[in-house]
């Protein structure tokens, strides 16, 4: 119901205001009522201000007001404005006053009180996309907040105090080391450090790419630690360019390698991951590649820390 409640209040604006115009008011320029059909002229007027205040409230300011195109929008309401004034008084002027009487009216006098008329028209067109556009700023200045509010939450969680976690790595790194494990110090060491990147390098807009790229080799790196010797599982990476003085948003490179990581890696078969990146004068080529297999195992469904969907949105 909400969803036409607009729409029905606006057929009723109307016709109560035809009613109202039909019943309480006798004369309208050169149009008496019982001189001819006066429903007629006053259907049709409705008609020209429907057309001019649907044309501005839906279509042209709107259009025009989200493109911040402010210049644009004068002059194509002052010239539909302007259109319609001229249009209305010709049919005024050539035909329905025929039906009322046979005084030779001018047909500046029509386009005078046309333009009157319709000014006010205008106006509460122009209003109402007003007020509706503050609205629906409003409504998505709302929802942004709300949605800003909901991701901080959401990282403020996902924190459970990095201190302490980075506490208990170099806490199980020392431990490696004196047991004399160094495949584990090293691995431990890597998502310290990977850990790291994430809780205190991402939190600019942008990111240098040489960072974003050592990030994403320390990434494959801990990810082949699960990955046995014997196991047919090849990943490459080809960088061609210079990267250097080159800034993107953070954390955008990983979320396709662990798509690729999730959907194309079986250790019981040979499975193969390219990662190609070339900076060039228009931009960042970046391209994942992977062997397409029927039962993937590379990664859990729930594993990816950053994943594709946001990154759409993002």
């Not at 006066?38 to 709107?62: N, R």
């Not at 990282?155 to 047991?179: D, G, M, T």
């Not at 960088?239 to 662990?258: A, D, Q, R, T």
């Amino acid at each position: 119901m909400k969803k036409y409640l607009e729409a029905i209040i606006h057929v009723l604006v109307w016709v109560i205001a035809y009613f109202l115009i039909l019943n309480y008011i006798n004369t309208i320029s050169d149009f008496r009522k019982g001189d001819g059909p006066f429903w007629l002229a006053v259907l049709f007027g409705m008609l020209m201000s429907q057309v001019l205040f649907y044309s501005t409230a839906l279509v042209i300011v709107p259009k025009y007001l989200r493109l911040k195109k402010i210049v644009t929008l004068i002059i194509t309401l002052t010239c539909f404005f302007v259109f319609i004034n001229l249009f209305e008084s010709l049919i005024d002027y050539y035909w329905l006053v025929g039906f009322f009487s046979t005084e030779d009216e001018s047909y500046l006098s029509y386009l005078n009180y046309n333009t009157i008329s319709s000014f006010f028209i205008l106006l509460l067109g122009l209003s109402y996309a007003l007020i509706k556009y503050w609205i629906q700023n409003e409504k998505l200045k709302r929802l942004l907040y709300e949605e800003k509010l909901t991701t901080e939450m959401a990282f403020l969680k996902s924190q459970i105090n990095p201190h302490f976690l980075f506490n208990v790595l170099n806490s199980f790194y020392a431990k490696a080391l004196k047991n004399d494990v160094p495949d584990l110090a090293d691995g431990i060491s890597k998502l310290a450090e990977l850990m790291r990147y994430m809780v205190y390098e991402t939190n600019e807009n942008t990111v240098a790419l040489e960072k974003e790229i050592h990030h994403l080799k320390k990434f494959i790196q801990v990810y082949q630690l699960r990955i046995a010797d014997e196991d047919d599982v090849f990943i490459n990476f080809t960088i061609k360019g210079n990267v250097e003085n080159v800034k993107i948003s953070p954390m955008l490179l990983i979320p396709f390698v662990e798509n690729a990581i999730k959907h194309g890696v079986d250790i019981k078969t040979k499975s193969i991951i390219d990662i190609f990146i070339e900076v060039t004068k228009n931009g960042l080529i970046y391209k994942v590649t992977n062997t397409l297999q029927k039962t993937a195992i590379g990664l859990k469904e729930n594993s990816s820390g950053f994943g594709l969907d946001n990154l759409k949105k993002g």
